[in-house]
């Protein structure tokens, strides 16, 4: 059975390593975080005390990393991944990155022996906890049919959407800026909601069954009319971060991206008054404006 690597151990990439080691692959992990080692170490992975001893124990490494730096490092550095897998092993890059990036670190290690996934995924914390989370895959065929197994740990649906690095990153862009939209508006609807005094049960009774009604809009409502704006596992830092890299996108591409970018800038209040709130926080600045709060 291949070895597995994960480089990363949040709540996506503990939930990666705990479906890669629930499967019976021998898991080697390493993060900066010491609570987050313990972690991964009492699920049974393997702690390794940097990223070169997990290229150096894995034949296939995910990468789950906050941003395009942090990839870039973790793979090309001195003692990255790049340096110390052994050749004909693969570099799953499941962070959420510019296409650009992918692209630079894939011609980076091009020649090196070492192949990439560029494979960013959706499906959140539930997604990565419990092993169905959605891939949008692109590299060789030859590569990724070799590491299904490996891609089929911790998901459940695996989408091939093109064979060059960056497509990937392409499609979770595009993805972004739709679920980014659909927040937006689910947060405007609740602040709507509150001022009229709806319930939030009957709000969210109808919006579930109705034709608008998705995993998105329902997961974000009922996060707001429990009042649950920390610890859902879906942090606000992440979207903005994934919004900023949609609307760089749209910008080299000249695409108008007009509800993202009203999505962005309810982020980007959000973020700044509750940095370490959820997504779902946003409805509090629209909450504060409306002065009325929307409950259950």
């Not at 692209?103 to 539930?126: C, T």
Request: glycine share 14%; proline share 3%; net charge negative.
């Amino acid at each position: 059975m291949q070895r597995t690597g994960v480089i990363g151990l949040g709540d996506m990439g503990s939930g990666l390593a705990k479906n890669l080691i629930g499967k019976g692959f021998q898991t080697t992990g390493f993060d900066l975080s010491d609570a987050r080692m313990s972690a991964f170490v009492a699920m049974g992975g393997k702690p390794a005390q940097s990223v070169a001893e997990v290229g150096a124990h894995a034949d296939a490494v995910y990468v789950m990393v906050m941003n395009g730096d942090q990839a870039k490092s973790v793979i090309l550095g001195s003692d990255g991944l790049a340096a110390n897998m052994e050749a004909g092993g693969v570099v799953i890059l499941t962070a959420t990155i510019k296409p650009s990036e992918a692209r630079e670190i894939a011609m980076a290690l091009d020649g090196s022996g070492i192949h990439m996934i560029d494979s960013p995924v959706s499906g959140g914390f539930p997604g990565a906890q419990s092993g169905t989370l959605t891939m949008m895959a692109a590299g060789s065929p030859e590569v990724l049919e070799r590491y299904r197994p490996v891609m089929e740990a911790v998901s459940k649906t695996i989408h091939r959407v093109g064979e060059n690095a960056g497509d990937g990153q392409v499609m979770k862009s595009c993805l972004q800026s739709l679920i980014g939209s659909i927040f937006g508006a689910t947060f405007e609807a609740a602040a709507l909601a509150a001022k009229a005094g709806v319930s939030g049960q009957a709000l969210f009774d109808v919006f579930s069954t109705s034709g608008a009604g998705c995993g998105v809009a329902n997961t974000a409502l009922e996060n707001i009319i429990d009042r649950r704006f920390e610890g859902t596992g879906s942090g606000i830092g992440t979207m903005h971060k994934d919004l900023t890299i949609s609307l760089d996108l749209a910008e080299q591409l000249g695409v108008p991206l007009f509800m993202a970018s009203t999505a962005m800038q309810i982020f980007h209040q959000g973020k700044t008054k509750y940095p370490q709130g959820d997504n779902w926080v946003c409805t509090r600045i629209m909450e504060d404006i409306v002065g009325a709060e929307l409950h259950r």
